[in-house]
């Protein structure tokens, strides 16, 4: 009777030895899997005449062509920037009775985003009774010409990437105003301004570009 319990012993020591041998050998499944992915920030970049901008207000030579029509014959009764007269150089950009011109924005979105733009104009007069008129579109109707520049602002015009827009401005102070007694009035009061011959005025865009969500 022992020595079957013995042997029987034995052998269930046998059992849990191999149990454990077998577990130690073949352990539970397992895995891992990694990924990832990454992105860049879109660019964000503006020209503005076919310069890189880095500020969004610039100066734009509005009165450094005169012409004498707005067709772009050039004005040869007005001395120019450069010229000397009597012995003394003229070095700025002279306006009087009878000249115009034009001056462009171009814009250009670089960008890696759409934009939408805005342009927002403002003068500078020494005198306020310099009577330049801005137009920039249909100019060929009086009714499109403006005194007060702020009428033609642009805001919110959209413009994706990779667009380009241009606005021309066109400017001008007309060689005989108005009708009637106006004219009088009106040639005494551009007279004045001649007299002087030191006033100025300053035109002043400024240029704003969004990101449309």
Avoid: H
């Amino acid at each position: 009777m022992n020595k079957k319990i013995t042997v029987l012993g034995g052998l269930l020591m046998a059992v849990v030895m191999t149990a454990y041998s077998v577990s130690g050998t073949y352990a539970k499944y397992t895995s891992t899997f990694t990924g990832s992915d990454s992105a860049r920030v879109a660019k964000w970049a503006f020209s503005i005449n076919d310069t890189a901008a880095t500020t969004n207000q610039m100066s734009f030579d509005l009165f450094k062509t005169i012409n004498d029509t707005l067709d772009g014959n050039s004005e040869t009764d007005v001395a120019k920037k450069g010229e000397t007269i009597n012995g003394t150089e003229i070095t700025d950009n002279l306006i009087a009775p009878g000249t115009k011109g034009s001056f462009a924005i171009k814009l250009q979105n670089n960008s890696e985003v759409n934009a939408k733009y805005s342009i927002a104009l403002a003068i500078a007069k020494t005198d306020e009774n310099i009577p330049l008129e801005f137009c920039t579109t249909a100019c060929d109707s009086e009714d499109n010409w403006e005194s007060d520049i702020t009428k033609l602002n642009i805001t919110d015009v959209a413009m994706n990437m990779g667009a380009d827009a241009t606005t021309t401005i066109q400017w001008r102070w007309v060689f005989e105003r108005g009708t009637g007694d106006e004219i009088a009035t009106n040639d005494v009061s551009d007279t004045t301004l001649g007299a002087k011959g030191t006033d100025t005025i300053t035109v002043t865009a400024t240029v704003t570009a969004t990101q449309v969500d």
